[in-house]
């Protein structure tokens, strides 16, 4: 399970790297800081699908965070070598007053695409959420299996280079999770780099290449 | 017909030590079954084949031979009689017994079968091959001649081979679990560490999934967003989104659009009502245009301030979830403020006709102007909308800033009534100024005081660079700032 692919690229390398956030301190008073983890050293190759596990609040949202160039370490050095990072979150910037259609629109821009990548996209789209005249209507008619139906339909479609994953989104109804379980795997196991952050050990050593564990405050 | 049912049972009796691998009870339960069931072959080969496990060779060759004396028919006696020389390592005699067997059963699938597996145990693949080519001409619907033609492959080391053939096995027999298990060996022989784990999970979701990987137009199916978006992107995305927010902002409403001239029109009433009709102010009615040139550019000032100061920190669930540059918040406030503000300016320029002022080439100055006037309204929004989420309180401030920039800009008062010596001061309030070049243009059908114009421009010019340097600073760090 562990060792680096051998001869494999380093796409993206964090080296010492430290975050840590503030903790309710107010303007007169000294804050404290909440360390989410410090010494890591990582590097991730091309291609690879790479598991991280770690309990609730072992910093694996911050770490996804980090590499997706949301924020930055607060000590060591992050260096991507060029490569494309996405985390793939559903509903990003969804307004339930606008249709489905504009809100798979505004999204996939969100998510990096240019408008007319995405409208050329839409019958794809109204296909797989298996939406049909649901498209033109308010989001807000929508039930949240049919919401999440719409935003996973959208991600779908995205192929940066390293693709970061908060659990396997397996969304909707049971006909359509199983659909879009089988979907998420495909992405698990293309040659697309794939980052995947769970709390199941069993379900990152069923699916990822390597794992690596992070504890309160540094990397075993 | 109860006399097999009774038999069955029996069967049972002894083979479930077998399963077991209680191999000396099952031989003395098949002991006991030969007395009552000697007619039935199974009761001496598996007999035999206990005896074989306790490598007891001579009683089970006894069994054998006497079972093929008893049931010529049957191969099965035949074959085990093979194993049990391969189990004492007769090779020789195995390989002679076999061909033996298969000269008499020549079409028995587990003869051909075992037949193809002695020529893989001699290393003979070719003969393997041949003879099991012909066990899946005669038997095509069965499964085990097509795991054995893979196993063939497995065996030679050919992985590739072996990887066709098991997809051959898997589209056959879509449930079997070698075909994918053992597939997934080959691949992993190979060093195909990512092919082996498809393989494996392919049993779960199936062939179609599986195929979708060797299918080219998958890679085409998927559009890759770039490392960063460009200005060009960046627009696109501020101004789709600025509409979006139009639309979504007039769909809440049954009369929609229709109140983004509403509700100027109704304020203008108000104030023509109050100032124009009833206070009869200013004597002709001067102080109502003078005040609505003055009070809709304001309030567009006003609106627009309000919203995209709090944009960033409104705007934190989203900055967390996607690489975002933080302007893209303030800025889709203005766009969009800008949006309901073009009706607010026709419908001023409508009501300053009816109210007798004649439009001249000056108006066309109000364009600069109104340009200039979201120039200065951008710096702002962005600068307090950065300020914002470093010291929160300061949000409450915006309220009264706003109300103190009202009295400051000279709505409703007129320059001359401010002393001599405060003027400069009152112009270096660059909303006063453009509401003094508003009323050049439309009261007093002149040209703006370009000059003016020109030091609000460097004035937003250099606030601007040195914005986009604080912005670009802060960037990453403002996530979780808002975040906290």
């Keep these: ?220 | 017909m109860d006399n097999t049912v009774h038999s069955q049972d029996a069967m049972e009796w002894a083979l479930a030590p077998m399963q077991q691998q209680r191999w000396q009870l099952a031989a003395e339960r098949w002991a006991t079954l030969r007395a009552a069931h000697g007619q039935v072959a199974d009761v001496w080969v598996q007999a035999a084949i206990c005896h074989r496990q306790l490598g007891d060779w001579n009683t089970a060759e006894e069994l054998l031979t006497e079972a093929i004396r008893r049931f010529e028919a049957n191969p099965n006696a035949w074959l085990e009689l093979v194993a049990l020389y391969r189990a004492k390592g007769a090779n020789e005699q195995a390989r002679t017994y076999l061909n033996k067997t298969l000269e008499r059963f020549p079409h028995q699938l587990a003869v051909m079968m075992s037949a193809a597996e002695q020529a893989m145990l001699d290393d003979a693949f070719d003969e393997a091959d041949a003879l099991n080519a012909r066990t899946r001409d005669l038997y095509s619907n069965e499964a085990s001649a097509w795991c054995q033609y893979a196993e063939i492959s497995m065996r030679r080391m050919a992985w590739s081979q072996a990887l066709l053939r098991w997809a051959e096995v898997r589209a056959r027999f879509p449930d079997m679990p070698a075909g994918y298990e053992r597939a997934a060996e080959a691949a992993e022989a190979q060093g195909h560490v990512k092919q082996a784990r498809r393989l494996k999970l392919a049993r779960e979701y199936g062939l179609e999934w599986l195929a979708s990987f060797d299918r080219p137009d998958l890679a085409s199916d998927h559009i890759a967003p770039p490392r960063r978006r460009n200005a060009a992107q960046f627009v696109e995305l501020v101004w789709v989104k600025a509409c979006f927010n139009l639309k979504s902002e007039a769909s809440q409403n049954s009369l929609r659009y229709f109140w983004w001239v509403l509700d100027p029109l109704l304020y203008m009433s108000v104030f023509y009502l109050v100032f124009g009709v009833m206070l009869h102010r200013g004597g002709g009615g001067d102080f109502i245009v003078y005040l609505l040139t003055g009070l809709v550019p304001f309030q567009w000032f006003a609106k627009t301030v309000q919203q995209s100061s709090n944009a960033i920190f409104a705007g934190r669930g989203l900055m967390n979830q996607v690489h975002i540059s933080p302007l893209f918040f303030p800025l889709v406030g203005i766009m969009q403020n800008a949006g309901k503000q073009m009706p607010v300016f026709l419908l001023l320029i409508g009501f300053l006709i009816f109210y007798g002022l004649h439009p001249t080439w000056h108006w066309i100055a109000l364009l600069p102007i109104i340009v200039l006037q979201l120039v200065l309204m951008s710096v702002i929004g962005c600068f307090l909308a950065l300020l914002v989420p470093f010291a929160r309180d300061l949000n409450n401030l915006i309220p009264t800033g706003i109300q103190f920039m009202l009295f400051c800009s000279g709505v409703f008062y007129t320059v001359d009534t401010i002393p001599e010596k405060w003027q400069t001061l009152f112009f270096s309030n660059p909303m006063a100024s453009l509401l003094y070049q508003y009323r050049l243009v439309l009261m007093d059908r002149q040209w703006p005081d370009w000059s003016g114009m020109g030091w609000i421009l460097l004035g937003c010019s250099i606030g601007g660079i040195a914005l986009s340097w604080f912005y670009k600073r802060v960037e990453s760090d403002l996530p979780r700032v808002v975040g906290q």
């Design chain 1, 1 to 220: 399970m562990n060792g680096a692919p051998a001869g494999s690229e380093v796409i993206i390398s964090l080296k010492d790297v430290g975050v840590r956030y503030r903790q309710q301190g107010g303007r007169f008073k000294k804050p404290g800081y909440y360390q989410a983890f410090e010494g890591l050293n990582l590097d991730i190759y091309r291609g690879e699908t790479l598991g991280i596990i770690g309990r609730n609040g072992a910093g694996k949202s911050t770490l996804l965070r980090l590499i997706a160039g949301i924020i930055k370490p607060d000590t060591g050095r992050f260096i991507n070598h060029g490569v494309t990072v996405s985390l793939l979150s559903l509903a990003a910037g969804f307004d339930a007053d606008l249709s489905g259609v504009d809100n798979a629109i505004i999204s996939g821009m969100l998510l990096g695409y240019r408008r007319q990548q995405i409208v050329a996209r839409l019958n794809d789209i109204r296909e797989f959420s298996e939406l049909g005249s649901f498209m033109d209507q308010p989001v807000k008619t929508y039930s949240s299996g049919m919401r999440s139906r719409l935003g996973f339909a959208v991600a779908m479609y995205m192929t940066p280079d390293v693709l970061l994953l908060d659990e396997i989104l397996s969304v909707g109804d049971a006909d359509f999770k199983k659909k879009a379980e089988a979907e998420m795997m495909k992405k698990l196991h293309s040659d697309q780099t794939v980052l995947l952050v769970s709390h199941s050990e069993e379900q990152v050593n069923r699916v990822c290449d390597r794992k690596i564990e992070l504890t309160s405050s540094s990397l075993t």
